[in-house]
């Protein structure tokens, strides 16, 4: 079993900064992908970014490139998520999540069996 809880979620406003943490835990493995995804109110769940175990492999939803940064420190576990230039319609609930099996930084959801809580992210105008 995998252990995933986030931190660092709270209310900015626009233009504003928050980076976002990721802790795993548990029977981990160096085969792994962790990811980030959101889900506003009333909206489908979407994928924001996601890094391999090595960091070799990246992806970031086009709707954040160049705004945000996922990094990863293996030896913790952890994984960040830096959000710089926020917007309003950055707003939504922020998940960590991680791919047992993964060797790369997969965007698709069904890869990642073991999810945290959830940490909600509010840009105000």
């Known amino acids: 079993q995998v252990q995933v809880a986030e931190s660092g979620g709270g209310s900015v406003q626009a233009g504003g900064s928050l980076r976002l943490s990721c802790a795993a835990s548990?029977?981990?493995?160096?085969?792994?992908?962790m990811g980030w995804f959101r889900q506003a109110p009333g909206k489908d769940r979407e994928f924001v970014a996601a890094?391999?175990?090595?960091?070799?492999?990246?992806n970031y939803a086009d709707s954040v490139k160049g705004r945000f940064t996922i990094s990863r420190d293996s030896a913790k576990n952890v994984v960040y998520l830096q959000m710089n230039g926020l917007k309003p319609e950055d707003t939504a609930v922020y998940s960590c999540?991680?791919?047992?099996?993964?060797?790369?930084?997969?965007?698709?959801?069904?890869?990642?069996?073991?999810w945290g809580q959830g940490t909600q992210v509010t840009v105000s105008s």
């Open positions: 548990g029977r981990t493995f160096s085969d792994s992908a």
């Open positions: 999540a991680y791919a047992r099996g993964a060797t790369w930084a997969t965007r698709n959801p069904r890869d990642y069996g073991y």
């Open positions: 890094i391999s175990w090595s960091g070799s492999s990246i």
